[in-house]
């Protein structure tokens, strides 16, 4: 199969996070800047412990920074390591930056001559490598959303701004505002519309010192809608699909065919402070 390893991150990012998954993540060194001219760094990688560098590097291709204005924001000092990607961010201007990679991946099968053949890549890419005729085609196609938000001296709301495409958080507690033991209520939309029911999670960084994955499990409402507290400060991973990958039955080999026609999956970063 061919597949790059953006490609892969953001085919991981909806999976299950246990604590042997590889995970691929965005993490700034602040989520909230308070200073005369205010920069932040970002790590980016993928890796088998949460926020460790211990495996690739994520391709920086791809990324977009969005300020507050709407406009695009360049990174700046940008390089590509054997572990880990890097790069800053000059918030010239106050307001909630958005960090994302978000992109379509295409998972196919089909029969050739009797034998089963496999691709995974880019939209653009499926007619150079999937024959269009090809004998029993089975095609899965999935949204994915990688990102963070940082903020320069204040806080806003206009990097929200949903699009209208996959899972998307639009936060009632602007998620550089969250200090531990205090209530948050944060919505997610599919599609532009309140995703009733969805279930995602949070995982904390430091997990090779705890030794525990420390996940916490929520869902929201009918609404969209879901109300916590998190109990101690620090990094948390948000994560989420739908709907989940339908599980391999006995006998039946692993692949495209256990994939509904689309899935969206959904990772971020966030911060949350002490009191």
């Known amino acids: 199969m061919k597949l790059s390893k953006t490609l892969t991150a953001l085919a991981l990012a909806g999976a299950a996070f246990s604590a042997q998954a590889h995970k691929p993540w965005l993490l700034p060194s602040s989520s909230l800047v308070d200073a005369k001219e205010p920069w932040v760094t970002v790590d ?54 958005k960090i994302a990679l978000v992109s379509q991946t295409v998972m196919a099968s089909w029969k050739a001559n009797g034998e089963v053949k ?34 320069a001296n204040k806080t806003d709301e206009a990097v929200f701004k949903p699009t209208g495409v996959g899972i998307e958080l639009v936060p009632v507690t602007h998620p550089n505002d969250m200090r531990a033991g205090e209530q948050a209520t944060w919505r997610f ?33 009918a609404k969209g809608e879901t109300s916590f507290r998190i109990p101690e400060p620090g990094m948390y991973l948000v994560s989420s699909s739908w709907p989940a990958a339908a599980a391999a039955q006995p006998g039946q080999p692993a692949g495209p065919r256990q994939m509904p026609p689309r899935r969206v999956t959904y990772a971020a970063t966030v911060e949350v402070l002490p009191q």
């Open 44 to 97: 980016a990688a993928i890796s088998e412990g949460l926020f460790d560098i211990d495996h690739v590097p994520l391709k920086l291709d791809g990324i977009t920074i969005t300020g507050p204005d709407g406009a695009k924001v360049d990174m700046q000092n940008a390089l590509t390591g054997r572990l880990r990607s890097s790069f800053d961010v000059k918030m010239a201007k106050p307001g909630t930056y």
């Open 118 to 151: 496999r691709w995974r890549g880019a939209e653009g890419d499926m007619a150079a490598n999937v024959p269009a005729g090809a004998d029993e085609l089975s095609v899965s196609r999935t949204n994915s959303r990688l990102e963070t938000f940082v903020s």
């Open 189 to 221: 939309l599919i599609d532009g519309k309140p995703a009733a029911n969805l279930a995602f999670s949070l995982i904390p960084g430091g997990v090779r010192y705890r030794g525990t994955l420390g996940e916490i499990r929520l869902s929201t409402d």
